[in-house]
C-alpha cells in the first residue's frame, strides 16, 4: 500500500520529522526539483521516489512562447487561448515531441527513481475548476495532415475553419479517435523509454477525475483521455477528485474511486497493473480543515485502490492539524 504525498520534502526535515514517523513511504516530486541527496535521504527514511514528468503544458521552459509553431490552433484557425493557468501544446509537434522525450532520457539516465508519472497528458483544456474550459483543437497543418493519413478522411475546404467544418460534419467519431490515439502513442513512446534505461521503475499517469458521462462525455472527446485505451502503458492510474477546488463534496473522492474501481480494471495483487493510487486535495483552495482531510485520504483508499497521495507538502506542513491527520491515517493503515 503506497501513502504518498507530492512536494518536496525538506519542509518535513525542516520540521525535525521523518518520513516514517510520519507513515509516509513515497514521496512524488516535480522531476526539475529532484536531486541524488533527496532521493537518497527519502530511502534511507523507509521511501520510494517518484518523479511527476510534464508532458503537453507549453510553458514549461518557455516553448511554446518560444516556439509559436507548437501553438495549438483552434477551429477558426487562430492560436488557442490561454486556459487561465494552463498554457496546452499541439501534441503533433514533432519538434516538441523529441525535445520532451530527450528530456525524458536526460532525467532517466541521471536519476534512478521508483517511478515516473506523466503529467498534463491531454488536449488543450483546464479541468481542475468548477466550471472547466474546452477548446477545439488543433487544427494546424500538421493535426490536419496526421488526421487525414491515419484515417483515410479526406478534409475539403481552404481556410482552417472550412477543414474544421468538414472534420465536424463528416468525420466527428473519426477525429474524437484520432485524438486519443494521438495521446495513447505518447503514452507508448513514454513507457517504452522509462523501460528501457530503468526497467523497474513504475510509469503513473495524473488525471482528470471524471466520469465518461460528466460533461456530456469531454473527458475522451475534449481532454483525449481513453483510459482502456492507455493501460497498456500506464503501471498506475492517479486521477485527481480535488474536491473542493472542483465544487463538490469530500464524498465524492469515495464516490469517484468506486466508479474508477468498478468501470475499469485495477488489482491490488502484488505484481499486477495497472493500479489505483488517486492524488487528493490537501490545499486550501477552498479551505480543507484537517478532519476534512483525514476522511478524504481514507475515501482515497477505498474499494480497489492500492495507495492515496496527499497534495501538497507545503500544505500539509502550514498547520499541525494536517500533519496529524497525514499521521493517523498512514500510521493506522499501516
Request: some cysteine; glycine content about 8%.
Amino acid at each position: 500500500m503506497i501513502y504518498g504525498v507530492f512536494g518536496y520534502p525538506i519542509r518535513f526535515w525542516e520540521k525535525d520529522f521523518r518520513l516514517s514517523d510520519l507513515g509516509i513511504n513515497a514521496v512524488f516530486i516535480s522531476s526539475g526539483d529532484i536531486d541524488q541527496k533527496t532521493i537518497e535521504r527519502i530511502g534511507a527514511e523507509g521511501g520510494q521516489t517518484f518523479a511527476e514528468f510534464p508532458i503537453l503544458n507549453g510553458d514549461y521552459d518557455g516553448y511554446v512562447a518560444n516556439h509559436p509553431e507548437a501553438h495549438p490552433i483552434d477551429e477558426t484557425g487562430n492560436p488557442v487561448a490561454r486556459a487561465t493557468w494552463f498554457m496546452g501544446v499541439c501534441p503533433t509537434d514533432s519538434a516538441f515531441r523529441t525535445h520532451k522525450m530527450g528530456a525524458l532520457r536526460s532525467f532517466l539516465a541521471e536519476y534512478n527513481v521508483n517511478g515516473v508519472w506523466m503529467d498534463y497528458l491531454h488536449w488543450h483544456a483546464q479541468f481542475e475548476d468548477p466550471y472547466p474550459q474546452f477548446y477545439k483543437t488543433c487544427f494546424c497543418e500538421s493535426c490536419i495532415e496526421s488526421f487525414q493519413v491515419a484515417t483515410d478522411v479526406a478534409v475539403s475546404g481552404e481556410t482552417i475553419a472550412e477543414k474544421a467544418e468538414c472534420i465536424f460534419m463528416q468525420a466527428g467519431c473519426e477525429w474524437e479517435d484520432w485524438r486519443v490515439s494521438v495521446l495513447v502513442d505518447w503514452a507508448r513512446e513514454f513507457h517504452s523509454i522509462v523501460k528501457e534505461i530503468r526497467p523497474d521503475a513504475l510509469v503513473g499517469n495524473f488525471q482528470a477525475a471524471w466520469k465518461d458521462e460528466d460533461f456530456w462525455g469531454a473527458r475522451r472527446r475534449c481532454l483525449g483521455l481513453d483510459f482502456n485505451a492507455l493501460a497498456p502503458y500506464v503501471d498506475v492510474f492517479s486521477p485527481m477528485p480535488y474536491h473542493g477546488r472542483s465544487g463538490m463534496l469530500p464524498e465524492y473522492v469515495r464516490e469517484y474511486v468506486e466508479y474508477f474501481s468498478s468501470r475499469y480494471r485495477v488489482y491490488t495483487d502484488p505484481d499486477r497493473y495497472p493500479r489505483l493510487w488517486p492524488i487528493v486535495q490537501a490545499f486550501d483552495s477552498p479551505r480543507v480543515e484537517p478532519e476534512e482531510l483525514e476522511s478524504i485520504l481514507e475515501y482515497g483508499l477505498a474499494n480497489q485502490s492500492s495507495g492515496v497521495i496527499a497534495f501538497t507538502i507545503d500544505s500539509i506542513i502550514a498547520g499541525p492539524g494536517k500533519i496529524t491527520a497525514i499521521k493517523k491515517v498512514f500510521t493506522e493503515k499501516r
